[in-house]
């Protein structure tokens, strides 16, 4: 990956190339040969400079995976917290939280392992959605305050869900 290093260059701030070699040092000095030079992607020696280089294989593949579901995921709950904060719905039903923290932890923080996704190490939950046996729930943090911010999303906009155990 390559930083420009001048703001005023009408380039892209950011570009990555992918390039075979047998190091990191190989790999970086074969993308500014090509790169690196009037006319190319990085143009004149200087306007780019390399700042990221990242060795793939199956277990950084893994690990990067996890990463940016991690980045993803802190996205996501710093915009429901940041949101939601002042705004919390009342006294919500602790059986419907319940429900949707369950939901959102199992759906977005710790995705289904059987799907060939990211897979939640030992200490995490995990879930098998269909081999687990029933009335088992999961919680996280941020599941809850995914559920929190739906809640207040939909109050909100005048949908307050009210007597969830009774209407099916």
Known sequence: MAQRTDPEHPGVSVVTHYVSARSIEEAVAKAREVLEKPGGVYGDQGLYRVVEVVEESPSSELRQQEEA????????????????RGREPGNPDAGLMSVLDDFFT??????????????????QATFGWTSEPAGITHA???????ALFLLAYLDHHGLAITNPGTER
């Open 106 to 123: 199992r759906a977005v923080v710790f995705p289904d392992p059987h799907t060939g996704g990211v897979r939640p190490r030992p200490h």
């Open 140 to 146: 996280s943090d941020p599941g809850r305050a995914l």
């Open 69 to 84: 579901r991690r980045r993803y995921l802190t996205t996501i709950l710093e915009a429901a917290r940041t949101t939601v």
